[in-house]
């Protein structure tokens, strides 16, 4: 077990907490930051995408993993990032503004759902976002004039100041780049007091406003910090399939987005790196594993949702933690070695705990 | 007047499906205090099974019906012990997004097994059309009108005057207490599975002729989720009485205003109805205390 | 300091509290004792603001709190612990207690995000206020625990040590000595004091224990059924012929 000499308090609140620390997450970045020189273009732009899932599962993880609240409806960020960015820059406006518009209008629309969530409570306001979603694929599919409908809406090629962002490298990069901003201004919040009215609002609302904690305005807060981060994402992504058209932001997606912080583990960043790596491997596993099934089932559409639907419910059954929660156990395991305590994560098992008063 | 009157046939025998889907969840809902997103994809599986029965196995139609709910109701039992059981306690989230998963999982068995290509049920009353002076009524919308009610009464005097259905009340109202009072809960959370499974059958055996059946029908399992909610999560009539509204609601609202806004309408009264009154329409739950 | 006037409660035509009135001095302990539904908890609420009144007013330093928000009761100074422990479950002791100065955060959002350097600074005076009061309920070994590893004792402890890091003038303590054993609770009347006397908090608690209520209290209010019966000394109280009444019931 590693024993760090902490002197003061500073020493709690740092990002890296010992000196190795520091350098795996140096060594990290060193890595990706070199990869585009070894990696083919197929890899690159899986790397990519994985950046992408990870800006977007970094603002559902602040939603559901911090502060509590379930989005089945954050799809719908996520294509009005799209729309809103794609729309914007074909009528003229530079990428560098955008892309922020573009994630600060989806912000304020989350705003919106912010205040409406404070009436609603768990389930009620996964339903309602649901709902949100789904109105919002319809508009994006009725409004051809705007959108394109379903014939689609064509995003033109990302450039910045003169410079063509299109090549996957640089396209590479561009991602990369947001995705360390995202991570740093997250981890920032987390630290600080925003970050701790959120985790107050999860555990429980009563005590967070007896601790003077605001509920409406720091569910607001989380629900624009959340759709602001994924309309980003959205937007990050409308140049990734150069295309946007109303089937490319399906239910489908809300649920990976679900699957990617409760597989990656709930309430923690790592788990963000975890799940969006579990969502971009697990579909060219697919692919691979295609060719060694029967053609029956190998043809059958149904092959992708019955894996991504099989994993997610193996995880909530067999490790709620999700992959985070399984490191965390491993890591535990050797440090202790021999002496590590099976029993250790063990929670109390609890009955029906009821939320209705008769 | 005559539209208006075919509409609204329409929309009550559409409403009574996802009033059946709704009621699955409430009871399901009350017993456990689980939602079953899983639902709907219980009504595309009795659906489909009703097809093999009848159009593979040329079985007697209402043979088919009475072995499909049968089976439905076994897949429900089968989903509680070997999944759900492992839930309780669980926070409710997890819950659903267990039912999430169960939801694609069954919808992809579903395609693997039947296809993806559109079935139809053949019943003895299919193509049967009565007449009301100008408006001409398939029996097929009437028959789903009469099963609800047929069911609908079927289900109060089970909970009224049956052993097991006064036991069901009892452990929804309070586990703890009904356990020890030696109700078994675990065999009725198990049942309420079941039955909630076999209601899912009969709404899909209902709904079938109306339209054509594919894995994606359990789709409307959100719309049927949207009734239960405006009619009072955790009321029994009000699951019918919600799914009547947003039925009758979509039919006009797509006869005005064309598909888009019809297919949306169910999501806006749920959106409207979680504003302003998310009791729903009839209440039944309160905020909890400390 | 606290004063309650006629303040009726009915929660659907069950009448909670009636016309009850009272009022807590600056400086005192002041304890609410009653039977089981006599309507103790829902005076807390009430002033606490997560249950509205009927009827009445409720006033703290001179200023009417009977329509603020419940996150305002805390900015005026009122902190308070729950009968049967809300914490945050998840989190570190450390955690819960820094949570518990939110109300004297100072920073913005945006300065957040960056961590800027008085954001540190902010937290680092958040830890030594932490700190402080974790020397002073001796939770040294409890720092890193998540709470819902703990024993019910330790958590109703940093229960109160996490409403005291808001710095409160005035602590509501709800049953704080159900659920712990005769040593904690001796420990526990001992911090009520040190509480009073050397931070110079009023408090107010509801109570079954008549042994704590005797070390510690100044003057005890007894309700049944939602009605003031008598308030006095501890002694005046347990002697009074309509206390043993409202217990034994006539």
Same mark, same amino acid.
């Given at each position: 077990?590693?024993?760090?000499?902490?002197?003061?308090?500073?020493?709690?609140?740092?990002?890296?907490?010992?000196?190795?620390?520091?350098?795996?997450?140096?060594?990290?970045?060193?890595?990706?930051?070199?990869?585009?020189?070894?990696?083919?273009?197929?890899?690159?732009?899986?790397?990519?995408?994985?950046?992408?899932? *990870?800006?977007?599962?970094?603002?559902?993880?602040?939603?559901?993993?911090?502060?509590?609240?379930?989005?089945?409806?954050?799809?719908?960020?996520?294509?009005?990032?799209?729309?809103?960015?794609?729309?914007?820059?074909?009528?003229?406006?530079?990428?560098?503004?955008?892309?922020?518009?573009?994630?600060?209008?989806?912000?304020?629309?989350?705003?919106?759902?912010?205040?409406?969530?404070?009436?609603?409570?768990?389930?009620? =306001?996964?339903?309602?976002?649901?709902?949100?979603?789904?109105?919002?694929?319809?508009?994006?599919?009725?409004?051809?004039?705007?959108?394109?409908?379903?014939?689609?809406?064509?995003?033109?090629?990302?450039?910045?100041?003169?410079?063509?962002?299109?090549?996957?490298?640089?396209?590479?990069?561009?991602? =990369?780049?947001?995705?360390?901003?995202?991570?740093?201004?997250?981890?920032?919040?987390?630290?600080?007091?925003?970050?701790?009215?959120?985790?107050?609002?999860?555990?429980?609302?009563?005590?967070?406003?007896?601790?003077?904690?605001?509920?409406?305005?720091?569910?607001?807060?989380?629900?624009?910090?959340?759709?602001?981060?994924?309309?980003?994402?959205?937007?990050?992504?409308?140049?990734?399939?150069?295309? =946007?058209?109303?089937?490319?932001?399906?239910?489908?997606?809300?649920?990976?987005?679900?699957?990617?912080?409760?597989?990656?583990?709930?309430?923690?960043?790592?788990?963000?790196?975890?799940?969006?790596?579990?969502?971009?491997?697990?579909?060219?596993?697919?692919?691979?594993?295609?060719?060694?099934?029967?053609?029956?089932?190998?043809?059958?559409?149904?092959?992708?949702?019955?894996?991504?639907?099989?994993?997610?419910?193996?995880?909530?059954?067999?490790?709620?933690?999700?992959?985070?929660?399984?490191?965390?156990?491993?890591?535990?395991?050797?440090?202790?070695?021999?002496?590590?305590?099976?029993?250790?994560?063990?929670?109390?098992?609890?009955?029906?705990?009821?939320?209705?008063?008769? | 007047?005559?539209?208006?009157?075919?509409?609204? %046939?329409?929309?009550?025998?559409?409403?009574?499906?996802?009033?059946?889907?709704?009621?699955?969840?409430?009871?399901?809902?009350?017993?456990?205090?689980?939602?079953?997103?899983?639902?709907?994809? =219980?009504?595309?599986?009795?659906?489909?099974?009703?097809?093999?029965?009848?159009?593979?196995?040329?079985?007697?139609?209402?043979?088919?019906?009475?072995?499909?709910?049968?089976?439905?109701?076994?897949?429900?039992?089968?989903? @509680?012990?070997?999944?759900?059981?492992?839930?309780?306690?669980?926070?409710?989230?997890?819950?659903?997004?267990?039912?999430?998963?169960?939801?694609?999982?069954?919808?992809?068995?579903?395609?693997?097994?039947?296809?993806?290509? #559109?079935?139809?049920?053949?019943?003895?009353?299919?193509?049967?059309?009565?007449?009301?002076?100008?408006?001409?009524?398939?029996?097929?919308?009437?028959?789903?009108?009469?099963?609800?009610?047929?069911?609908?009464?079927?289900?109060?005097?089970?909970?009224?005057?049956?052993?097991?259905?006064?036991?069901?009340?009892?452990?929804?109202?309070?586990?703890?207490? *009904?356990?020890?009072?030696?109700? #078994?809960?675990?065999?009725?959370?198990?049942?309420?599975? *079941?039955?909630?499974?076999?209601?899912?059958?009969?709404?899909?055996?209902?709904?079938?002729?109306?339209?054509?059946?594919?894995? &994606?029908?359990?789709?409307?399992?959100?719309?049927?989720?949207?009734?239960?909610?405006?009619?009072?999560?955790?009321?029994?009539?009000?699951?019918?009485?919600?799914? %009547?509204?947003?039925?009758?609601?979509?039919?006009?609202?797509?006869?005005?205003?064309?598909?888009?806004?019809?297919?949306?309408?169910?999501?806006?009264?749920?959106?409207?109805?979680?504003?302003?009154?998310?009791?729903?329409?009839?209440?039944?739950?309160?905020?909890?205390?400390? | 300091?606290?004063?309650?006037?006629?303040?009726?409660?009915?929660?659907?035509?069950?009448?909670?509290?009636?016309?009850?009135?009272?009022?807590?001095?600056?400086?005192?302990?002041?304890?609410?004792?009653?039977?089981?539904?006599?309507?103790?908890?829902?005076?807390?609420?009430?002033?606490?603001?997560? &249950?509205?009144?009927?009827?009445?007013?409720?006033?703290?330093?001179?200023?009417?709190?009977?329509?603020?928000?419940?996150?305002?009761?805390?900015?005026?100074?009122?902190?308070?612990?729950? +009968?049967?422990?809300?914490?945050?479950?998840?989190?570190?002791?450390?955690?819960?207690?820094?949570?518990?100065?939110?109300?004297?955060?100072?920073?913005?959002?945006?300065? @957040?995000?960056?961590?800027?350097?008085?954001?540190?600074?902010?937290?680092?005076?958040?830890?030594?206020?932490? @700190?402080?009061?974790?020397?002073?309920?001796?939770?040294?070994?409890?720092?890193?625990?998540?709470?819902?590893?703990?024993?019910?004792?330790?958590?109703?402890?940093? @229960?109160?040590?996490?409403?005291?890091?808001?710095?409160?003038?005035?602590?509501?303590?709800?049953? #704080?000595?159900?659920?712990? &054993?005769?040593?904690?609770?001796?420990?526990?009347?001992?911090?009520?004091?040190?509480?009073?006397?050397?931070?110079?908090?009023?408090?107010?608690?509801?109570?079954?224990?008549?042994?704590?209520?005797? +070390?510690?209290?100044?003057?005890?209010?007894?309700?049944?059924?939602?009605?003031?019966?008598?308030?006095?000394?501890?002694?005046?109280?347990?002697?009074?012929?309509?206390?043993?009444?409202?217990?034994?019931?006539?």
């Amino acid at each position: 077990m590693r024993f760090v000499l902490k002197t003061n308090y500073g020493r709690d609140i740092d990002i890296f907490k010992h000196r190795a620390h520091a350098s795996w997450y140096f060594v990290l970045i060193a890595a990706l930051l070199l990869a585009p020189l070894v990696l083919d273009v197929f890899y690159e732009k899986q790397l990519t995408e994985l950046f992408i899932w *990870a800006i977007a599962g970094a603002g559902l993880m602040l939603l559901t993993g911090y502060s509590g609240l379930v989005s089945l409806g954050h799809v719908a960020f996520m294509a009005l990032g799209a729309y809103i960015h794609a729309i914007l820059y074909s009528r003229g406006w530079p990428l560098f503004l955008s892309i922020p518009t573009s994630a600060l209008i989806t912000g304020g629309i989350g705003v919106l759902i912010g205040v409406a969530s404070l009436r609603m409570t768990g389930i009620y =306001l996964a339903i309602a976002t649901l709902a949100f979603a789904m109105i919002v694929e319809k508009v994006i599919a009725h409004w051809p004039a705007l959108t394109g409908g379903h014939s689609g809406f064509r995003v033109d090629d990302p450039a910045m100041f003169g410079y063509s962002l299109d090549s996957s490298t640089a396209y590479y990069y561009t991602c =990369l780049t947001a995705l360390v901003l995202v991570f740093f201004g997250v981890i920032n919040l987390l630290r600080s007091p925003t970050g701790r009215s959120f985790i107050a609002v999860r555990d429980s609302e009563i005590s967070a406003q007896a601790m003077g904690v605001n509920l409406l305005q720091t569910k607001t807060l989380a629900f624009a910090l959340s759709a602001g981060l994924t309309g980003l994402a959205g937007a990050l992504y409308a140049h990734r399939i150069g295309f =946007l058209f109303p089937d490319a932001f399906t239910i489908m997606t809300s649920i990976m987005l679900l699957m990617l912080v409760v597989v990656g583990g709930l309430g923690s960043l790592h788990g963000v790196i975890f799940g969006a790596f579990f969502i971009t491997i697990v579909p060219q596993i697919i692919a691979i594993a295609r060719d060694w099934l029967p053609t029956g089932i190998a043809q059958s559409g149904g092959l992708e949702p019955l894996v991504f639907g099989g994993v997610l419910i193996l995880f909530l059954v067999f490790e709620p933690l999700g992959i985070y929660g399984r490191w965390v156990k491993i890591r535990l395991f050797f440090s202790q070695f021999p002496l590590y305590r099976k029993k250790t994560f063990l929670r109390q098992k609890s009955y029906l705990k009821t939320e209705r008063v008769h | 007047m005559d539209t208006i009157l075919q509409l609204l %046939l329409k929309g009550i025998s559409q409403g009574c499906v996802y009033g059946l889907i709704a009621l699955g969840f409430v009871l399901i809902y009350k017993a456990t205090e689980m939602i079953n997103f899983a639902q709907g994809e =219980l009504m595309m599986i009795g659906a489909l099974i009703a097809v093999t029965f009848t159009e593979y196995l040329q079985w007697n139609y209402f043979v088919a019906v009475v072995l499909t709910i049968l089976a439905t109701g076994f897949i429900g039992l089968l989903l @509680e012990r070997s999944l759900l059981r492992r839930m309780i306690g669980e926070p409710p989230f997890a819950v659903l997004m267990v039912t999430i998963g169960l939801g694609f999982v069954l919808r992809a068995l579903a395609g693997m097994i039947w296809g993806h290509d #559109p079935q139809e049920l053949r019943t003895p009353y299919s193509d049967a059309v009565i007449s009301m002076g100008d408006v001409f009524v398939g029996v097929s919308n009437l028959v789903v009108i009469g099963g609800t009610i047929a069911l609908c009464i079927a289900l109060f005097l089970f909970f009224r005057y049956t052993r097991i259905g006064i036991a069901m009340q009892a452990s929804s109202q309070n586990q703890l207490a *009904a356990y020890y009072l030696g109700i #078994p809960v675990k065999r009725i959370v198990a049942f309420t599975w *079941a039955l909630s499974a076999g209601i899912a059958a009969i709404a899909g055996i209902l709904f079938a002729p109306l339209t054509a059946i594919t894995p &994606n029908i359990g789709f409307s399992g959100i719309k049927a989720f949207a009734a239960a909610i405006v009619g009072g999560f955790g009321s029994l009539p009000g699951a019918i009485i919600g799914g %009547l509204a947003i039925g009758i609601v979509e039919q006009f609202m797509q006869y005005n205003f064309g598909k888009g806004l019809g297919d949306t309408s169910a999501y806006f009264m749920l959106l409207l109805m979680l504003l302003v009154r998310p009791s729903g329409l009839i209440a039944s739950t309160q905020k909890k205390k400390v | 300091m606290l004063e309650v006037t006629d303040v009726s409660v009915s929660f659907g035509g069950v009448h909670a509290v009636q016309d009850l009135s009272f009022q807590v001095n600056e400086g005192e302990i002041f304890s609410i004792m009653g039977p089981n539904g006599a309507g103790k908890t829902t005076v807390f609420n009430v002033i606490s603001r997560f &249950n509205d009144v009927d009827t009445g007013k409720i006033s703290f330093e001179d200023e009417d709190i009977t329509k603020v928000a419940p996150h305002v009761i805390a900015r005026r100074g009122i902190a308070r612990t729950f +009968q049967n422990v809300e914490l945050f479950d998840h989190e570190t002791v450390l955690q819960n207690l820094l949570i518990g100065q939110h109300t004297r955060r100072q920073t913005m959002l945006l300065s @957040e995000v960056f961590f800027l350097p008085k954001v540190r600074k902010q937290e680092l005076e958040f830890r030594s206020k932490a @700190e402080d009061i974790i020397d002073l309920l001796h939770l040294q070994s409890y720092r890193e625990k998540t709470v819902d590893s703990l024993p019910f004792g330790i958590r109703k402890i940093v @229960e109160v040590g996490r409403a005291l890091c808001l710095d409160p003038k005035l602590l509501l303590l709800d049953e #704080p000595s159900s659920g712990l &054993n005769p040593e904690e609770s001796e420990d526990l009347s001992f911090w009520i004091d040190d509480i009073n006397e050397e931070l110079g908090v009023t408090i107010m608690m509801v109570e079954h224990d008549m042994n704590l209520i005797g +070390q510690v209290s100044n003057r005890v209010l007894v309700m049944a059924d939602g009605r003031h019966v008598v308030t006095g000394t501890p002694s005046e109280v347990q002697s009074h012929p309509d206390v043993i009444d409202a217990y034994l019931g006539t």
